[in-house]
């Protein structure tokens, strides 16, 4: 069952020839045949997604189904979901059970989608690899010495295996493109305001987003879909007539100017990685697509930009973690001060604690404008790169990630090198765009994605191209072996 | 070589909204601890503020009020601190942009009148409170009063002297609440002030400043002060230096106590809160609230001595709180010939004192404007004399009913027949013939006597004008 697309399990599903109750049963066993080497599970919820699939069952027999009524679903930890702990991979949330549903969450409640469990992923959100989990790394479906990317890497890690048909995952820095590049899915980062941040632990405001993680285009555009819309919950949601993000599935790229920018294939890209791009490239060319070259001159800026901003966002979004009323707290704390320090010092991981440092740092007085206001500066001049970027072409192509997937411990004691593999994902967030990552090939048996960028709103178009190549490529139906 | 006193007051005015400036849990007051604290106001993971409109207009109220720039672009930023009644490890307030810019305010000390610049006032959340004692060797914290929303009103260092300063803060305590943004309840602490002092020699630079905080009402800011400056000025005098820090006034003794002993140099990295958006204040917005600005107590002053010929003093009364003010204005409206003169001698005299004397707010009186203007009507059309006016207000106050079910079955009616006070006028004259004697010799001042003796006679109802007219008829004979 998990080799049907989503499409395939819809049809059957409201056709009646299998149950929502079978197939999250079917995924339930092959969640408990191969996560424990996969790791891609934080929390594993058989109870809740049985009952979820029944109630599903009852949903598809009334005949006032959705699409996606009874497909199952995988939520990256970071999503609060009412009754089941939300850790956000961190020992500080390891008791922490959310007594409310995300946005996300309850919006794919409402459609009837069983929830498998939640995805391991960097503590926080923070980091390209998932290493920095509490509950330990999560393996590269393809290769098990590999890390499967990150943040979102337990999501990718459960779409490539096969170990959930549809996850959602959030991007901040590249945390959905990034781990789906490297584990061979597809994941859209949606323009900032698109899907409601109510309910997802934040790790940095101004750029972290929610969106899909799937096998292929079409099935991130029904899933996002599901996902998107206004929600009055979150100041940032943007107020803007219902979408349907699958409305140009089908239509030609004839003619369509696709952006090539000089400053993406320079220097840190993989000679390999790079094939890899120019083949899936020309075959959007072949389309009927038409290549032209621009220029994004402030790239190099990005990575300097986002690890000021990010990090000062993040050392106030984290200042909640305190030991007072929820997570980690230390024991027998001698005093106040006591109980802060210890909890957060025993409570939050390394790179987390480097970031908020960093943070920190950036914004305290003598430093504020030579760092943070410098920072948003690089921010203006990185989107603007953009906007005039899109004055010559309707899509930016590029590579997601400099390298295919690196090794489990490769970077950990470089974070810096670490930092680099979001070179070309980052800018995307500092503009607030929309960015998707589609399966392109493989260097060795490590995968590679396209990287797809247009202007704000474009998820249409975008979730299009990659379906158009989608078409006429299968890269993105290839499965590991040994999950067959 | 004399001293300056130089102080600034920021002034947290708690706005009367229903709900906190970010979620929307209520924000009565007294409530169970945490019962009113909702998980954005817990600062639980994932949640995010949505700001309270109803506090947009109110702060613009108030910019109007003082004359000052409203801020067309406002931003509310994080104040980072922890604090464990704090929540979220950051307070949600404005910085660089406030709601309201540079305004002034007009003061009153002794007579002599001065305008005192008020720096900024901007949007912000209470935070909540700690609880010590309740579990025996722990702290509580009660979140209910997190995320209240507050306007805080900073001045400029521009008041001299205790007096100037409560001055201030009184004028500002009445324009919050004659704007109806803020209840003005001291006790509950939804307006709050702490003063800035500090002393000088004449022509230096601004000395050291202690702040004074947690004082709720304008009695203890004065002393507080006044104990303050003697303090800073005997400390300086003896060489000694004022240390920059938060001293809290004790009451019983009538000194400031130094709170913190160990004086940090708070580094709140402040940013803008990227959770929120921008306020944008239009004209259009802003020309609606002015339109809907209710008269403000400077001006309701001006226009009762102009309009209605009242002191200086009887206006003050009259305006003392919006309450009061709009009282005296129904009264006014429902008597009959709207003798404004006589609404105003009795709303400052009988009224006032009657509130003053139970300790009561213009809301809390047991007679309404109905009940007032009942009574002058009374006295208007010569059912009752003023003096019997008297007996009546009190009969009022007590419960006893209207004026008229009053005077009905207190037989309390004026007896203007004239034939019964002619009756009565004789039997006085029959029985004093001797000062009757005295009078017509030329000692005039005797109809005082003849007068006084009348009304006796007729138990206070007789009407006093029609008395001297038919006495004087009857002694002339």
């Not at chain 1, 083949?279 to 290549?291: N, T």
């Not at chain 2, 104040?79 to 003061?107: A, C, H, M, R, W």
Request: proline residues 5%; contains cysteine.
């Amino acid at each position: 069952m998990h080799n049907l697309t989503i499409k395939q399990m819809s049809e059957k599903l409201h056709a009646g020839e299998i149950t929502s109750v079978q197939l999250t049963q079917h995924y339930l066993d092959r969640i408990s045949k191969y996560d424990t080497e996969l790791n891609a599970y934080v929390s594993v919820t058989p109870e809740l997604a049985m009952m979820m699939a029944e109630q599903a069952d009852k949903k598809l027999a009334s005949g006032e189904a959705d699409l996606l009524t009874g497909i199952p679903v995988a939520h990256k930890d970071i999503f609060c979901t009412d009754g089941v702990k939300t850790s956000c991979s961190s020992k500080m949330l390891d008791n922490f059970i959310a007594p409310y549903d995300a946005h996300v969450v309850s919006q794919l409640k409402k459609v009837g989608m069983p929830i498998l469990g939640k995805t391991n992923m960097d503590e926080f959100a923070m980091g390209s690899s998932s290493e920095s989990s509490y509950y330990g790394p999560t393996k590269n479906p393809w290769n098990h010495q590999a890390v499967p990317g990150g943040s979102s890497g337990g999501a990718a890690a459960v779409i490539a295996a096969g170990l959930a048909p549809m996850a959602t995952g959030t991007d901040t820095g590249g945390s959905i493109r990034q781990p789906a590049s490297f584990c061979g899915i597809t994941g859209i980062k949606p323009t900032y305001g698109s899907v409601s941040r109510f309910g997802i632990v934040a790790y940095a405001s101004s750029f972290d987003q929610a969106g899909p993680m799937t096998r292929s285009a079409q099935d991130s555009a029904w899933l996002l879909n599901a996902m998107a819309g206004f929600d009055e919950r979150d100041s940032t949601s943007l107020q803007r007539e219902a979408v349907d993000y699958a409305a140009e599935l089908g239509q030609s790229l004839k003619g369509l100017k696709v952006g090539v920018p000089a400053e993406y294939f320079g220097e840190g890209l993989d000679a390999d990685v790079e094939a890899v791009v120019r083949d899936a490239i020309a075959e959007v060319e072949k389309l009927g697509a038409e290549v032209v070259e621009v220029h994004l001159p402030n790239k190099d800026l990005a990575v300097p930009s986002y690890y000021v901003l990010a990090p000062a966002e993040a050392s106030s979004n984290l200042s909640r973690f305190d030991g007072v009323r929820f997570g980690y707290r230390c024991e027998n704390p001698k005093d106040l001060e006591d109980l802060y320090k210890r909890s957060r010092s025993e409570g939050l991981g390394a790179e987390v604690k480097r970031r908020i440092m960093v943070g920190a740092y950036a914004l305290s007085a003598g430093y504020y404008d030579a760092y943070y206001l410098k920072a948003q500066k690089l921010r203006r001049m990185v989107r603007d790169d953009f906007t005039k970027a899109f004055e010559s072409c309707d899509v930016i192509m590029g590579p997601v990630a400099p390298t295919p997937a690196f090794n489990i411990g490769e970077k950990t004691d470089d974070p810096t090198s670490m930092y680099l593999a979001d070179l070309y994902t980052i800018p995307v967030n500092l503009a607030g765009l929309p960015g998707i990552s589609v399966p392109a090939g493989f260097v060795n048996d490590r995968p590679v994605g396209l990287h797809i960028v247009g202007p704000y709103f474009s998820e249409t178009k975008l979730l299009n191209v990659a379906h158009q190549y989608q078409q006429v490529t299968d890269w993105h139906t290839r499965m590991p072996a040994q999950y067959q | 070589m004399s001293w300056e006193v130089v102080i600034g007051l920021e002034i947290h005015a708690q706005l009367t909204t229903n709900t906190k400036i970010f979620s929307g849990a209520s924000i009565a007051y007294g409530a169970q601890p945490n019962t009113q604290a909702c998980p954005i106001d817990v600062g639980m993971p994932g949640m995010l503020p949505v700001l309270n409109e109803a506090v947009i207009g109110k702060s613009v109220m108030l910019g109007l009020a003082l004359d000052a720039e409203i801020g067309r672009k406002s931003v509310f930023d994080r104040k980072n601190y922890f604090y464990p009644d704090l929540p979220k490890g950051y307070q949600t307030s404005q910085f660089n942009y406030p709601i309201v810019g540079k305004g002034k305010l007009e003061i009153e000390v002794d007579g002599v009148k001065k305008t005192i610049g008020v720096t900024r006032a901007h949007l912000e959340e209470d935070a909540g409170k700690s609880i010590h004692g309740a579990v025996a060797g722990q702290t509580g914290i009660d979140l209910n009063r997190a995320g209240t929303p507050l306007l805080e009103i900073v001045s400029d260092p521009d008041l001299s002297s205790a007096k100037e300063a409560v001055a201030y803060a009184r004028k500002m305590h009445e324009l919050v609440q004659y704007l109806g943004i803020c209840d003005g309840n001291m006790q509950e602490g939804s307006f709050r002030v702490d003063s800035n002092v500090s002393v000088r020699r004449p022509g230096e630079p601004l000395g050291t400043r202690a702040e004074l905080k947690n004082i709720n009402s304008f009695r203890f800011i004065e002393k507080a002060i006044e104990f303050e400056i003697e303090r800073q000025i005997e400390l300086l005098e003896s060489g000694g230096k004022v240390v920059q820090e938060t001293r809290l006034y004790d009451s019983e003794n009538d000194v400031t106590r130094s709170m913190r002993t160990k004086e940090e140099a708070n580094d709140y990295r402040y940013f803008p809160c990227p959770d929120l958006l921008p306020v944008v204040i239009t004209e259009e917005t802003i020309e609606q609230i002015n339109a809907s600005m209710p008269e403000l107590p400077d001006a309701k002053r001006a226009r009762y001595v102009a309009d209605f010929g009242l002191s200086d003093y009887d206006a003050g009364v009259l305006t003392g709180s919006r309450d009061m003010a709009e009282f005296f204005e129904s009264v006014v409206e429902k008597t009959a010939a709207k003798d404004i003169k006589l609404c105003a001698n009795w709303m400052t005299s009988g009224f006032s004192g009657a509130l003053n004397k139970g300790g009561l707010t213009v809301k809390q009186s047991p007679i309404d404007a109905d009940k007032m203007a009942g009574m002058l009507n009374r006295i208007i059309d010569n059912t009752i004399s003023g003096k019997i006016a008297k007996q009546v207000f009190d009969a009022m106050w007590n419960g006893e009913g209207s004026a008229d079910e009053i005077i009905e079955s207190k037989g309390l009616k004026q007896i203007t027949d004239s034939g019964a006070i002619e009756a009565l006028v004789d039997e006085v004259l029959a029985n004093n013939p001797s000062q009757v004697e005295a009078y017509k010799g030329g000692q005039e001042k005797m109809l005082g006597y003849f007068v006084g003796q009348i009304m006796k006679a007729s138990g206070g109802q007789a009407n006093p004008g029609q008395v001297n007219q038919i006495l004087k008829a009857k002694l002339s004979d």
